[in-house]
């Protein structure tokens, strides 16, 4: 039997690689004939994942993380029919069977029976169904047929797989808050965050067109790599009111739309850049969206928060200036990206060399041993995206 290793959450800011069980294409005591087994090509650090790692989430000792995954299939259940042994795939992070009305919707990132809690699952993450996560080096995944994105030409992937790496999360949540936030041709838009999905983000507002993309965020290094591929940024350490600050870019002080790449960590901009206020980008987004104007919100926020600042914060109850957005007749959109609803296309944008998305990001590829360090250097704020190449698959 091939052993298994993992990244496992330790306590707050420790994480390490364990061994851990070979998977099984099994639910519990229950045959999994719908799943594969894979053995991990890359698997990716999210920012999601740091929130449990720093404590902020009431994730479990000895979880394995992991959530992002691209991987060639070694063993499939009896009734997988179109996926074969020996495919390279994406997973989708979110977990969906395909069957419940939201899947048949379309709304993957909600599926009603993967997760008795509540509607979603994902790999890897706490209350979200207890799947075991793929930073590891094998994992099990079920509804093959349905969640799988197959590459057409393994050779081909493999030359691109930096890229094609993103396509679990991070690529198609950026676009997703770029899409949900309104972005087409001619858009000036603000991009709250220029961590991973902030940058993600911000190189699909370029492939949709918008005209002007605008990021702010505190750290020198991040705001230098989303200025590498064209975007102009903000710097929200100085006391220059946001409004003002774009109006310096733009000549007004508004945009057409907005995207919260940030979530419920976010601090405060200026004298306040370094007090927590997790309601911040919220209610400065509504203040610099034009009237009639949309915002996007892929930037997590939870429902439980053992790190919050208040009593409020901590269930996830924020104040909000719902007056504001209600007032510019402002469009919200929140929750999961349903990956599977733009992974095919942004697969084809990578394969046709439409974007370079691992250069946007500045992919990092890693052992996994070296994951601990990897954590540890995101943390502090990193301008990269780290990739675990558990079997040394990923060519240099």
Known sequence: MCKNHGVAYVKPGEVEVREIDYPKLALGDRKCHHGVILKIVSTNICGSDQHM???????????????????????????????KEGDLVSVPFNIACGRCRNCKEGKTGICLNVNPARPGAAYGYVDMGGWVGGQS???MVPYADFNL????????????IRDLTLLSDIFPTGYHGAVTAGVGPGSIVYV????PVGLACAASCHLLGAAVVIVGDMIPERLAQAKSFGCETIDLRNKTPLADAIAEI???????????????????HGA???????????????????????????GLYVTGDPGGIDAAAKKGSLSIRLGLGWAKSHSFHTGQCPVMKYHRQLMQAILYDKVQIAKAVNVQVISLQESVQGYKDFDGGAAKKFVIDPHGLIPN
């Open 192 to 195: 709250a965050g220029a961590g």
């Open 250 to 268: 733009v000549g007004v002080p508004e945009v057409d739309c907005a995207v919260d790449c940030v979530g419920f960590e976010a601090k405060g």
């Open 137 to 139: 080096e094998y994992v």
């Open 272 to 298: 306040d850049a370094d007090k927590e206020a997790p309601a911040t980008v919220l209610n400065s987004v509504m203040d610099i969206t034009r009237a009639g104007g949309s915002i996007g919100i892929p």
């Open 149 to 160: 994105l197959k590459f057409p030409d393994k050779d081909q992937a493999m030359e691109k």
């Open 53 to 83: 790692v720093r404590g902020r989430t009431t994730a479990p000792e000895g979880l394995i993380l992991g959530h992002e995954i691209t991987g060639l299939v070694i063993e499939a259940g009896r009734d997988v029919e179109f996926i």
